[in-house]
């Protein structure tokens, strides 16, 4: 087993070359190994979708974790991540009410945007 901050610097990697199979799996064996799934490591993932063309996966794996991991809230880092990802894959309305939510629960609209 890993260090945390070993998983984080090899997703990172990944993610920065594009190579989203290989991050999913390494992220799977980051949880499954009973390392913290935090905001850090879930925006270098979305980020990367994001950067791949491939938005719509990253609204997936936000999705994924939320459902998967009951203890995790999204930070700033990921929120921003996920609005990203939302105005990417053309869901305009749905960000905008994501955003006033955010704004419901104390954040700056202006610091997710």
């Known amino acids: 087993m890993f260090s945390p901050s070993t998983y984080r610097v090899a997703l990172t990697m990944l993610c920065a070359r594009g190579d989203m199979e290989t991050a999913l799996k390494v992220f799977d064996v980051m949880a499954a190994a009973g390392c913290q799934v935090d905001d850090r490591v879930c925006s270098v993932i979305i980020s990367g979708f994001s950067k791949v063309g491939k938005a719509g996966d990253g609204l997936e794996f936000y999705r994924r974790v ?48």
Do not use: S
């Not at 990921?78 to 749905?94: I, K």
């Open 66 to 113: 939320r459902r998967e991991f009951n203890g995790f809230e999204p930070g700033l880092i990921t929120l921003t991540a996920f609005v990203d990802v939302l105005g990417r894959v053309g869901r305009n309305t749905e960000d905008a009410q994501f955003v006033r939510e955010m704004e419901g629960k104390g954040l700056v609209g202006d610091a997710v945007l």
